[in-house]
């Protein structure tokens, strides 16, 4: 009943999202453009002032030394005037001064005016092709993605996890990369969980019974930007999460308490789950984030219960692998060996029960499938208890320090 409404509104939420974005980026562009221009109309501008300056300035100096000329000129012609009305005295002497200066006077040369073709005529020389490129651009830039390339396809419930997986619906689309988001239904932004090529991941550090958000998108190959997003999706758990025992010495644990790491303390020990959270079905996952010096009393494993007093699940009622690849069920030593464990490892269990015959004489007792996996290869064989048990106990084991699981 709910799946109309959470659609409808994840469809509101991204149209509103895209207005946002196509408002944002235009009114981006839109200033950009502006700056560019006025950039552009400021160094036409300076064009000018320097055309005009350069080309004026010679005719201001021609201009100068005509009106000295003329100036000077009319400083003698008074000067003449004086000498001839003067007195007799005086004539003499004036005359012989005015004719001094007349002889030196170049009242017949004047400063060369520059010609017509040198002189500047501005204009300013715009070409329409711009704007008619600028709107086949504009008209063509940005388009609105309504179907995305991937969608979610399904949630696997884990213990205190989710396994997201997801696909591509657009046939002509390859793929680069995919990145996947989430949210707590009650939180308002997404945010990363994943960026890489793989189509599922596990998202850790999920509270139990909790809706939470998923959407996925994806980058086409060689490709910068990112695909629109998928609709998202709600998943949740209902397991509660796996967690070390808190307490024994010989191991520091995270603050959630799904990473053990085996410290100096001398003390030995088996680390084994709080609870017996591990049921039948689900799938088991230890990952060495760090590795120490190994030994072949180590394991990772699943018992029945607690035992304190061992110092190893190589032990009755248990089923383990040491960190050197040898498989133990119940205490003895399998032929089949898996790979030793390095750093980066995922050693997983995988568990079912196996139907007995009704003409077992086995009474009370009952089978178990156990699959168990290290870098690509596995194990399988049948695991035979005296007791039906619907959830049972993980442990680890090192006999030295440096060793870091992760458990999920």
């Known amino acids: 009943g709910r799946r109309p409404e959470i659609l409808r509104r994840a469809i509101r939420e991204s149209a509103t999202l ?6 944002q980026h235009f009114n981006d562009l839109k200033g950009t453009l502006k700056k560019l221009l006025d950039e552009r109309l400021v160094s036409l501008l300076q064009e000018v002032d320097t055309i005009e300056q350069e080309s004026i300035k010679p005719l201001d100096e021609c201009q100068k030394l005509i009106e000295h000329g003329v100036s000077t000129a009319d400083d003698l012609l008074r000067e003449g005037e ?33 010609s017509l073709v040198d002189v500047p005529c501005l204009s300013a020389q715009l070409d329409d092709c711009l ?44 793929p680069q990369d995919y990145r996947l988001q989430y949210r707590k239904s009650t939180a308002s932004h997404f945010e990363d ?20 958000q998923f959407r996925v998108c ?21 397991l509660v999460p796996h967690e070390w025992t808190t307490g024994l010495e010989g191991y520091s644990l995270s603050s959630r308490r799904n990473i053990a790491l085996r410290n100096d303390s001398q003390s030995c020990g088996v680390l084994y789950s709080k609870a017996p959270t591990y049921s039948c079905g689900q799938t088991l996952t230890f990952r060495i984030e ?59 269990f995988d568990m079912e029960a196996v139907q007995l015959g009704p003409s077992s004489t086995e009474g009370g007792n009952s089978k178990l499938r156990v699959t168990i996996s290290s870098n690509n290869r596995e194990v399988v064989f049948d695991w035979v208890l005296d007791q039906c048990c619907g959830s049972l106990y993980f442990g680890c084991s090192f006999s030295y320090p440096g060793w870091k699981v992760l458990v999920f």
């Open 82 to 114: 004086s000498a001839v009305h003067g007195d007799v005295g005086q004539e003499n002497e004036k005359l012989c001064s005015f004719t001094k200066k007349a002889l030196h006077i170049q009242l017949d040369s004047l400063p060369e005016v520059p």
């Open 131 to 174: 704007l008619t490129i600028l709107k086949n651009q504009i008209f063509r830039h940005g388009t609105v993605a309504s179907r995305p390339p991937v969608q979610l396809e399904e949630f696997v419930e884990k213990p205190g996890g989710i396994l997201v997986r997801w696909c591509k619906v657009d046939e002509d689309f390859v």
């Open 18 to 23: 895209t207005r946002d974005v196509l408002e």
């Open 290 to 348: 760090t590795v120490g010096q190994p030994d072949r009393r180590d394991s990772l494993g699943v018992c029945v219960e607690q035992q304190n007093g061992y110092d190893s699940l190589q032990r009755d009622k248990a089923v383990c692998i040491s960190t050197n690849g040898a498989v133990f069920v119940n205490g003895k030593e399998m032929t089949n060996q898996l790979p030793a464990v390095t750093s980066g490892s995922t050693v997983t």
């Open 218 to 238: 994806a980058r086409g190959d060689g490709r910068q930007e990112w695909s629109p997003w998928s609709v998202p999706q709600i998943g949740h758990t209902t």
């Open 193 to 212: 969980v994943y960026v890489g090529s793989e189509t599922e991941f596990i998202v850790l550090h999920i509270d139990p019974n909790v809706d939470y």
